[in-house]
T-cell receptor, first 113, second 113 residues
């Protein structure tokens, strides 16, 4: 079945540092890819998405590019803020029986002032 | 606000009891998902419905059941509760449940004592 692998965490960065969170996937079809963010005490929010190869999703300064050749969808931000502290989940959704959102384990990001 | 409504927000109950969690999807969304989030297991997919029919099933225990009604709201029934069932239960909805993003509710925090 489909699966998503995220880099191990947690990650602690200083404000204005560069962020990369790695995500790779395995899928039988041609999935859409997503990054979700969960702030403390809240539900998951869609951060960005990409639906086909070489698409770049972007939102709030975060970016991720759909790389079919390396089956990756790494999340990047050039300058993190304290308010970016949250848990980040990579996910995919495919067709048919694999249409459910499959999530990675999530990674906790802490940004210190 | 994602537009997905879950009730109740918090639930405390005793072992052996039965509870029902309710989810109202975003207006126009036909697909509903249920996820369980615990500290040690991460985000686990339970079940997905599309327009009243079960579409995909994850690691849902036999003690748990769900359904989606004609008005598209969904209920998750948890019975013979055990301490290990204590977790956050999220509902999400999407337009058609295929390669599309899902929007999450705020979750129901279940505590079994």
């Amino acid at each position: 079945g489909d699966s998503v692998t995220q880099m191990e965490g947690p990650v602690t960065l200083s404000e204005e540092a560069f962020l990369t969170i790695n995500c790779t996937y395995t899928a039988t079809g041609y999935p859409s890819l997503f990054w979700y963010v969960q702030y403390p005490g809240e539900g998951l929010q869609l951060l960005l998405k990409a639906t086909k190869a070489d698409d770049k999703g972007s939102n709030k300064g975060f970016e991720a590019t759909y790389r079919k050749e390396t089956t990756s969808f790494h999340l990047e931000k050039g300058s993190v803020q304290v308010s970016d502290s949250a848990v980040y989940f990579c996910a995919l959704s495919d067709y048919g029986a694999n249409s459910k959102l499959t999530f990675g384990k999530g990674i906790t990001l802490s940004v210190r002032p | 606000d994602s537009g997905v409504t879950q009730t109740p927000k918090h639930l405390i109950t005793a072992t052996g009891q039965r509870v029902t969690l309710r989810c109202s999807p975003r207006s126009g969304d036909l697909s509903v998902y249920w996820y369980q989030q615990s500290l040690d297991q991460g985000l686990q997919f339970l079940i997905q419905y599309y327009n009243g029919e079960e579409r995909a099933k994850g690691n849902i225990l036999e003690r748990f059941s769900a359904q989606q009604f004609p008005d598209l709201h969904s209920e998750l029934n948890l019975s013979s509760l055990e301490l290990g069932d204590s977790a956050l239960y999220f509902c999400a909805s999407s337009v058609d449940g295929t390669r599309t993003e899902a929007f999450f509710g705020q979750g129901t925090r279940l505590t079994v004592v």
